[in-house]
């Protein structure tokens, strides 16, 4: 059976902290969210997954390969029966693999109920945490977005029985179709409306998963600290290799980097036995990945730089300690490295460039007056950082290059008209937005309001 340790365990004669050396099940990590030493959870062994498996999956519902890599990690905690309800509720929905030219390709992750990436992880999670929580029990969810995942979260949780969601946001760093999808969830999912940065919220909530003094609200975690996001991140570049590679092949993903979950996920799928090439890391402005991988130094941006590609503002992206951990590091969750992983292995598997916002709209407007290929902010990250790598190699690359859209450009009107003359088409999921109605709380960045304010909206939940 796969057990899940703590990127902190080995932190000995670290003040405050005692390291956490316990092993727990997928169920354990899913529940808890963060390991009681605050570092995150990571499975072992990694499982394997067979070559010609991948391959199989040529021309197959999306979901069958969700399946594969569900049964993976699952099998013994989850009947297959069950995994596969789980998936084919999780995606009833399209995962274009749009062609621009030669082997280039932009994967579109935008088309689930919010139009971000973030559906995939939080469909899968939103339905394992309900077939595995305690009978009885309620769960309160609290997640810090920088953009997307408040509102996928949000969507993928609402209804569900024995669930709440709290949904911490930088009040002036998200875009207003953003904002307006955050505030007006309703039902069982409140807004929180943050007068700081994301790394406040982030911030902010890992400290209320370390008080011991609300450990009776159940609080977990939906953000991707929480290995339950990790694992459906996986499953999609999987699904584009098997889709555009012959065996033999490697291939190469850009992955618009922010928080580092979603390119965590292409590490993990590499190491389950896909033929990665290059896993490239672009982030925006917030550039303390690219410096450390340049230098060999790591440090983070305080405060993170508001940029044009909202969602990746992340100036100590959380899933560092996961990539340190799978290279021979220990980085914690406030940026200080206890031990460096080794960089050369990093360097060889992993290219990471800061793209400037004037370089994210050149993008935007020169692949539309190209190819006809309509990116948003983050997309465009994506697609410059693997220009970039291409133009760095030494020799050519022969396999697919995969560059992943993570947001519908239709969330970035003012931009998208402004660089390309056009009017992105709102996707069916975002119609129904002027209608709604809603508004948030309103927080400052202070640890101690935001305890009185679930102390007080949390009492005498089940």
């Given at each position: 059976?796969?057990?899940?340790?703590?990127?902190?365990?080995?932190?000995?004669?670290?003040?405050?902290?005692?390291?956490?050396?316990?092993?727990?099940?997928?169920?354990?990590?899913?529940?808890?969210?963060?390991?009681?030493?605050?570092?995150?959870?990571?499975?072992?062994?990694?499982?394997?997954?067979?070559?010609?498996?991948?391959?199989?999956?040529?021309?197959?519902?999306?979901?069958?390969?969700?399946?594969?890599?569900?049964?993976?990690?699952?099998?013994?905690?989850?009947?297959?029966?069950?995994?596969?309800?789980?998936?084919?509720?999780?995606?009833?929905?399209?995962?274009?693999?749009?062609?621009?030219?030669?082997?280039?390709?932009?994967?579109?992750?935008?088309?689930?109920?919010?139009?971000?990436?973030?559906?995939?992880?939080?469909?899968?999670?939103?339905?394992?945490?309900?077939?595995?929580?305690?009978?009885?029990?309620?769960?309160?969810?609290?997640?810090?977005?920088?953009?997307?995942?408040?509102?996928?979260?949000?969507?993928?949780?609402?209804?569900?029985?024995?669930?709440?969601?709290?949904?911490?946001?930088?009040?002036?760093?998200?875009?207003?179709?953003?904002?307006?999808?955050?505030?007006?969830?309703?039902?069982?999912?409140?807004?929180?409306?943050?007068?700081?940065?994301?790394?406040?919220?982030?911030?902010?909530?890992?400290?209320?998963?370390?008080?011991?003094?609300?450990?009776?609200?159940?609080?977990?975690?939906?953000?991707?600290?929480?290995?339950?996001?990790?694992?459906?991140?996986?499953?999609?570049?999987?699904?584009?290799?098997?889709?555009?590679?012959?065996?033999?092949?490697?291939?190469?993903?850009?992955?618009p980097s922010g928080n580092f979950g979603n390119a965590l996920g292409?590490?993990?799928?590499?190491?389950?036995?896909?033929?990665?090439?290059?896993?490239?890391?672009?982030?925006?402005?917030?550039?303390?990945?690219?410096?450390?991988?340049?230098?060999?130094?790591?440090?983070?941006?305080?405060?993170?730089?508001?940029?044009?590609?909202?969602?990746?503002?992340?100036?100590?992206?959380?899933?560092?300690?996961?990539?340190?951990?799978?290279?021979?590091?220990?980085?914690?969750?406030?940026?200080?490295?206890?031990?460096?992983?080794?960089?050369?292995?990093?360097?060889?598997?992993?290219?990471?460039?800061?793209?400037?916002?004037?370089?994210?709209?050149?993008?935007?407007?020169?692949?539309?007056?190209?190819?006809?290929?309509?990116?948003?902010?983050?997309?465009?990250?994506?697609?410059?950082?693997?220009?970039?790598?291409?133009?760095?190699?030494?020799?050519?690359?022969?396999?697919?290059?995969?560059?992943?859209?993570?947001?519908?450009?239709?969330?970035?009107?003012?931009?998208?008209?402004?660089?390309?003359?056009i009017i992105p088409e709102v996707p069916q999921s975002m119609r129904?937005?002027?209608?709604?109605?809603?508004?948030?709380?309103?927080?400052?960045?202070?640890?101690?309001?935001?305890?009185?304010?679930?102390?007080?909206?949390?009492?005498?939940?089940?």
């Amino acid at each position: 059976m796969i057990r899940y340790y703590s990127t902190n365990r080995s932190l000995e004669g670290v003040a405050g902290l005692t390291p956490f050396k316990g092993r727990v099940s997928f169920r354990e990590a899913l529940i808890q969210g963060q390991a009681p030493d605050e570092g995150l959870f990571m499975p072992e062994p990694i499982p394997a997954l067979a070559l010609d498996d991948i391959l199989a999956l040529k021309g197959v519902p999306y979901a069958q390969t969700a399946l594969l890599v569900a049964e993976a990690f699952l099998k013994d905690e989850l009947p297959r029966e069950a995994l596969k309800k789980i998936v084919e509720d999780s995606y009833n929905f399209d995962v274009p693999l749009e062609r621009v030219f030669d082997r280039m390709v932009v994967m579109r992750l935008d088309r689930g109920p919010t139009a971000s990436f973030k559906d995939f992880a939080a469909r899968m999670m939103a339905r394992l945490m309900s077939r595995l929580r305690d009978g009885g029990k309620r769960l309160n969810v609290l997640v810090a977005t920088s953009g997307d995942t408040g509102s996928a979260v949000g969507e993928a949780f609402k209804g569900v029985e024995g669930m709440g969601v709290y949904i911490l946001y930088p009040r002036n760093e998200v875009s207003g179709m953003q904002k307006k999808q955050l505030d007006t969830i309703g039902d069982n999912v409140l807004a929180l409306s943050v007068d700081g940065k994301f790394d406040d919220c982030q911030n902010l909530v890992k400290q209320a998963f370390s008080d011991p003094g609300l450990s009776h609200l159940n609080l977990t975690s939906a953000n991707s600290i929480n290995f339950g996001r990790i694992l459906p991140q996986s499953i999609y570049y999987i699904y584009a290799y098997a889709q555009l590679a012959g065996k033999g092949e490697e291939i190469v993903f850009s992955v618009p980097s922010g928080n580092f979950g979603n390119a965590l996920g292409c590490e993990y799928a590499r190491r389950m036995g896909l033929p990665v090439r290059m896993l490239v890391m672009p982030t925006n402005e917030n550039d303390e990945f690219p410096n450390y991988l340049r230098t060999g130094v790591y440090e983070k941006v305080s405060p993170s730089r508001a940029c044009l590609s909202n969602a990746m503002n992340v100036g100590h992206p959380s899933n560092l300690a996961r990539f340190f951990e799978l290279y021979g590091g220990t980085v914690d969750r406030t940026g200080v490295v206890h031990a460096y992983p080794d960089l050369e292995e990093m360097r060889r598997r992993i290219f990471s460039v800061s793209v400037s916002d004037e370089e994210t709209k050149e993008t935007i407007r020169r692949v539309w007056d190209r190819h006809r290929v309509l990116l948003e902010p983050h997309g465009a990250v994506g697609w410059r950082g693997l220009e970039l790598y291409l133009d760095a190699c030494r020799a050519p690359v022969a396999g697919p290059c995969v560059s992943l859209e993570t947001a519908h450009p239709a969330k970035f009107p003012d931009e998208i008209i402004e660089l390309t003359g056009i009017i992105p088409e709102v996707p069916q999921s975002m119609r129904d937005l002027e209608t709604r109605t809603g508004a948030p709380v309103e927080l400052p960045a202070d640890y101690g309001r935001l305890r009185a304010f679930l102390l007080d909206t949390l009492k005498g939940t089940d």
